[in-house]
């Protein structure tokens, strides 16, 4: 099951200029548990947290920077998955994201 799940995210990251195909993704993407991410190689997880994690930015109209913020926001998401490793990576990641959007800077065009 955790194999499946891993082949069939590992291409998410090619998949984002394909609205219809990005949305099955997002679809899929949206219900892999911390757990289940954990248990992901290392390439595969990360496209899965940096796909969640863009739709998110977008979502609340803001942009991740590199650097210290993006590597606190990581830690959030880490600390949070420790505690709670049967909750949803996408939950985490807007959790994180929600709670540092007064450092984080505005998407261009965002209200």
Request: net charge positive; glycine share 8%.
């Amino acid at each position: 099951m955790r194999t499946a799940i891993a082949l069939a995210l590992a291409g998410l990251s090619l998949a984002v200029g394909v609205p219809a195909q990005a949305q099955q993704n997002f679809d899929q993407a949206a219900f892999v548990t911390c757990r289940e991410a954990h248990a992901m190689q290392p390439e595969p997880r990360k496209a899965v947290a940096l796909f969640l994690l863009d739709h998110v930015a977008r979502h609340r109209g803001v942009t991740i920077p590199e650097g210290e913020v993006g590597a606190h926001l990581a830690l959030l998401v880490r600390g949070g998955c420790t505690l709670a490793p049967d909750a949803y990576l996408f939950t985490m990641i807007d959790r994180a994201v929600l709670a540092e959007m007064p450092k984080l800077p505005k998407r261009m065009g965002a209200r």
